[in-house]
């Protein structure tokens, strides 16, 4: 996580403990306006998310700047396509920081949609078959 995001991390955490510590209508209101402006956080990412992960990994998740595609280039979508095809899954933690940031912005440069995570955790394809479907090679869903 660069350091801007560790911060927002840290953040979101405070504010989710101050929410959950409170039943004032006002006061969460507040705390859901603070979190709404660091990131896509809701009230039901609030209210929902000890459901599937602990408070740290949802912050850590929600604080992670998801990169436009329009600020991305097919080179850089290559870079880290490469990168992610090559760890481990010992490294599954880096896989899904790389996916969650860069992942609709490479779908967005090579005009596929719902494909990334699955070709990466499903399908365990390699990179040279990720840029071959991609490409458009051998099919798949297209972005309109």
């Known amino acids: 996580m660069t350091p801007e995001e560790i911060e927002v991390s840290t953040r979101i955490r405070e504010l ?3 929410y959950e510590k409170t039943e004032d209508s ?3 209101a507040g705390i859901l306006k603070e979190a709404s402006s660091l990131r896509d956080i809701t009230e039901y990412d609030f209210e929902n998310y000890w459901r599937s992960q ?3 990994e949802f912050a850590d998740f929600a604080a992670i700047e998801k990169i436009k595609g329009n600020e ?3 080179d850089e979508a290559m870079t880290v396509l490469k990168e992610v ?3 481990t899954p010992e490294d599954v933690d880096r896989i899904v920081y790389l996916l969650t ?4 912005a490479i779908e967005f440069v090579f005009k596929k949609s719902d494909y990334i995570w699955s070709a990466v955790f499903e399908e365990n394809k390699s990179y040279s078959e990720v840029i071959e479907d991609l490409n458009g090679s051998s099919g798949g ?4």
């Open 16 to 18: 989710v403990t101050a």
């Open 26 to 28: 006002k006061v969460r």
């Open 54 to 56: 602990s408070l740290e």
């Open 72 to 74: 991305f280039s097919k």
């Open 85 to 87: 095809c090559a760890l």
């Open 101 to 104: 940031k860069y992942g609709t």
């Open 141 to 144: 869903a297209i972005c309109l």
